[in-house]
């Protein structure tokens, strides 16, 4: 019997942890491509052992798996899993060195699950060695310090402590890569050094202290002199420097669900009380909550001084320890459940309608600040994002409702921890196994070269154009032929006879969609458009083969049969042909009703090219507020107003909702076009059809009771 | 007939003389003189019979204290005094007889001799000759009193000696005073865009009766016109409001901290929040957030006191002898009075509606008639840009305004009915707290209940006091809610229908919410990260303290007592930053009501947490705050395409990308402060110096926001509004027959100065052409123009067109206003 607890439950635990690892960090590690640009450029600085100024050591990780498995995604990501997993292990040892093991489970799962962890060990964007260094390093240094193990495992520590600061500064310099974690625990020696007098603590914290002091004025010298890039370990952001929440808000998206729990979490690390133990155990027991978030803070303070938003936050593993420590015995507190419910709940909601409503703003610590996502991506990913969310808000808010019931007490001391947590880490994983492989697939032409690998015959050539041929290196592309520019393109792959295939950018896609409607009055054959970002084109198209083109909502050869049809001409070159309205199911209504959203679609023939650049408007009188709406450069930045050829069918959409103020009723629908920037003083004349100031009167939209 | 009886029917007979006082000034068909200081009064003795009448003053306890009234005649006399000598330095100020220089001192000092004459008062009432542990404790060791001189000394002294900034205090000032000069206190009017109704009241009447007490004219064209030949300064009169506002709910929110903690931690949170960068800054903007705040505040404060009051405890009682006579006061009369005198005004006013008092119009005396209001600026109709007047009728004629005055007084007999034998500490706190919420929500929306009432709710569930819910006192609390804001509320929706629930409900409450309504936060990041932004420097540099006020210390849900004062606060800044950040419209200072529970959890940190032995959650969490004071403050000199130092002045603005002044140099004074509270803070770190550099902490973060209020705003307000150049322009005419024009102009400093006489083209063009031609031919040859400066050169070329012109002249300069200029123009040939 003892036999098999001494064996089965460790060797259970062991597999248990395997799979989880394995599920979060191993599995499908190359199923999404390398993102472009961001990764591609580490990736292929490794390959060509090209010298940059900062991530050395990512650089020579990535390469090393590059030597020994070749050049390709998994090669060159698996190293830096590997990093994944030598930080998440210093952080349980660390955590374990003080606290139940339990509680350092937990961590190591917190952190696992933090998607900047497992975004930055699954990809070669190179932070995570940073971030696990700085694991290590304060794992070492603060075993060294504080812990009551034995000299030689104190001395082992310390000298993997020094390790990781090593690779800390080999990373990101002097400030991120070292003085995170060796000033931290230096001050947290500092401040109870009389409690800690073992001389080996002496030595280590000491030690730490002047190792944080000299990596602070390191980098102040090396900043100084602007030389020794690898000391400083990041280059500043161009333009003005971000404001001081930029990295607080850096912080919160990227390791969402858990920053859900982190105010609670920050309140509550400093309130816990000791475990009744003695010795130096317990010394180190309490220092190790205010060390993780002194961690937190001077991170905070050298990303805050170091004004690039787009380096991932390097100390993830202080925030999984504060809040494992912080949640782990909080059945003891049962009062504790309500507020960490309110808290949680109103973060977490606050959080991940930042991912719905401003998903452009949430990626910025992987460098893809303001990328623009499809509203496909956007569809699928807000029902992940609440699904996350709901898991969270679910587990805290059972656990605080539970805990309201008298006979609960007991149950929820025991479980209450275990299950908020655990709803923790099923939220993580949604992101993990749903959310980030979404996002990948926009940010790497991984698919549209699996389409062309899958659907090409032999000897059917491959074009790129605006696309990094470095990235086909990785995605078995072969050989592919590099297009100087959009012209070039258009004419190599439509004036070839046999199939060619063009992989473009969706920047380009207008220039080539403008160019084929030129020549052919159609648009370009598009037969993979899953991501936003890349395009699989092709000249001819074979059975069952579709075309995908995203224009084909905006520019058509004719409008669709219009229940409201118009006579009128704006200048000498547009000519509305009328407008229908769809509701929600994209069925054409003839009534809308306020408060819900529909599209307004005004189709508008071009008879001549377009003199300038407009904004299209429509005012919807009502009084005394008008409902108005305008389309600006920005919003025809997917079909820009100097690629519309004579000929052309323009689809201009807006949505409209109409406030409740709009009663039933029918109100006059005015549309016209204005020069940018679009004030209203240099509206385009109404040459034909019947105006007021120059805006169109296109008619009468109803609104239903 | 018994005593009794006799005394209710002259009780009775006093209220319906009051209100009759009341509703005829409010009826008189002209404005009368003292007109608002007699509707005062009026309401005031009305308000004290009706207590008289439901036998509220006759309370069956043992008094606290008995004096008669002969004993606090000289006490009432300094009251009084001061009070006139208070008035007469605001009416002196506001008609430009006072320097500055003497208007600084004389007006605070005044005021505080209100203060110390009013505990006196209370003194020798009995109320302050002993405090809750039968001390006597002089005025200089009264807490509550430096909380209010510390108010005084930091807000009053600059208050009005500075132009209104556009567009928010103009916008809001012209509507109140379109209050006045239309004579209308239901339908508030904006200028040339119609009726108004983005805002609740309770700013528009505070400001205008304000107007009225201190002798602003609110008539068109002479806003500006003082006493003599003096300009005059209507800033102090609409700004006063909020100064008094403020000063009462900071004092009853520092009464609350000291129940829930200490005395000494009720004022330290009262100065932090005085010193706050935010609260000091909102207090000198006639805008309606400081009512929702201060008033939110003290709804907060009142419900702490009643969590941390015993259940049974009761009320003092005062008794007032006259002769064989007596009245007994409490604390409860106070919160009954409130409610009284906001509803008894509103009910006169209603009945004024449907009855004129004939004083100019023939046959003179009383003459009943149905509702009817004037649409329009009168005085001002005729003018360019500017809307007709007309008469018209209620779109819900049913609804007559006598017909609503009749109910709400019924509504506030029961109100009366619950409350008039409420003896316990507990209910007094939370009627009370009812009271002030309602006064949030006549300031400016719902988030004035919805705040109080959640942070209750959750603060209940959290800490399982589930019998707090029966002491809220949800019946008559809803009635008093009813009857003070809902009078207005119906007037305005009988009049104008579905147009003002709308404008006010539809598009502005819920609107604002759920989307992005006048916002001009374009290529900000509006995530989770706006607020926690704005807080940064809201907070400045008390953010430096922020740490140690969130994150030091036991929680108090862990500790033995089943309160948790230090929860309700945690809580409430939990929903006012989780309320203001889900609303999709996001202006800086709407982060405001979040802001006293931060200076609370810091007041309380420098109380207890400043003696806590926790040494290393101190040190991490001090030197957490010299990292916060240091990238904060970081921000606050930089100059990007954001200029760093006008953060401050974002925290009340509109747009947040106009100039700054070149002239005008502040990062030394923001290098300092950073560098000082940076290194204060870190002293903090260390136990042996922990208590001087608190101190030392907090004395510089006092003394940069007296800088901030009385350097930074004051001078940066001529550059922000328009007054500079309207005081040039009441300066340099020689008569009202040079009229003012606002070329292209939209920033409502235009209206408010000129009390709206004045062409408006905010685009121009022929119609202004066409204006300018007629005034020529009328012989008016000097016309003024308020414009941009970079509009000056197209102002020429227009006015070109419209003749020969001998002088060009631009009067003011970009040192005096970097926004807005005076021109005059000659039109004629030159000589």
Redesign the interface.
Known sequence: MKLTRSIVRPLGACLLAAAFFFLVFVHKLDDVGVWDPVELDHAEAARTAEVKPTGWLAQHSIALGFRLLGTNAFAGRLPLVVWGLVGVFALFALVASFRPKRVAVWAAAALSTMPLYFVQSRTMLGDIVTTASGSVALAGLAIATFAAASPRVRLGSLGLGLLGVVCGVLTRGALIGAAVPSLAVGIVWALTHDVHRGRLSRIAGSLSFALGVCAVLTFVVARHSGQHTLLIGFQAAPGDRPTFDTTIANVVHSTFPWSALLPFAFAKVFARTALPVGGDEKKGRDALGPLFCLVAFIAYGAHAIAGAPSIAFCAPYALAGIITLSLSDLGRHPHSWAPLAAFTTCFAFLIARDYIKLSEKVFSPYALANVALPESFRTTSDRTVWLAAGALIAGVVVTALAAQLPLAHSSVRRHGATIVLSCAVISGLVFRLRYYPQLGTHLSPKGAFDSYNKLRKKGEPLGLLSVDPRGGRYMHAGDTIQMPGAAEAFTWLTNAKDRHWLLLRGGDLPTLNALQREKEGRNLTILDARSSEMLLATNQLAEREHNDNPLDQIVLAQAPPLPHRLDAKFGESLEPLGWLTLDGRGQSVEGVSAGRTYRLRIFYRVTDKLPGAYCTFIHIEHTPTRFSAEHKEAEWARYPMRFWRKGDVIADEFAVSLPASFRAGKYPLYIGLDQLPCVGDHRVPVTRGAHVDQRLEAGLLEVLP | MSALIRTRLAAGAVAIAGLALAFAVMAADRIIACGAYLGLFGTAVSTCALLALTHTFAKPSDPHASVSWRSLVPQVSALLVSTILFAAGMRLAVGGMLSVAITVWFVPLTFIAIVIALFRLGEALGAYALDEQSMHRPLSRRHGFWVVFAQTAYSLPMLGSFGLTDPWETHYGEVARELISRDDWISTWWAHE?WFHSKPILGFWMQALSMRFFGVDASPDHVLIGIGHHIAHPEWATRLPNFLLQTVCIYILYKGVARAWTRRAGLLAAIVLIAMPQWALLGHQAMPDMPLVSCLSAAMGLILFALCAKADATLRTYRITFGRASVQLSAMDIVTSIVLFTTLAQISYLFSRNVDLQLVAAPHGFRGHLDVFSAGSRGNCNLPGQLSCLTQRPVHNALQPALQALAWLTLTIVYLSFVHNERRVQRAAFLGAWAFAALSVMAKGPAGIALPAGTLL?YV????QWGVLTAIEIVPGLLAFAVMVLPWYVATYARHG??FF??LV??HMV?RTLNHLHDTNEGD?????FY??QL?YACFPWVGLA?LA??????I??TEQRN?PR?FM??WL??A??LF??MLTKFHHYIFPAVPPIAVLIGVWLDKGIHSD????T???A??GA??T???G??LI?N???IGQARFLHLLAYQYRRAWPENIEYRPVLTATIVVCACFATAI?IARFRRVGATAFVLTSAVFSVWLLDVYLVKLAPHYGQRPVFDAYYRTRHSADEPIVAYQLNWKGENFYTGNHTALFV?SGPPMREYLSRLVRDGKRTVYFAAEHQRINSLRSEAATVGPISHFDVLTTQQESNKFALVRVDFGAPR
């Open positions: 119609g959750l569930i959290a800490t399982r579905n147009l709308n404008e539809l598009t609107g990041d509006t995530s989770i990260r926690l932004w940064g740490p969130f994150f030091s210390g036991k929680p849900e862990e948790s929860l945690a809580l939990l929903l930053f989780g950040s889900t926790d040494r290393l959650p040190a991490t969490l030197l957490a990292v916060m240091a990238t904060v970081f921000d930089q990007g395409a954001t770190a685009s």
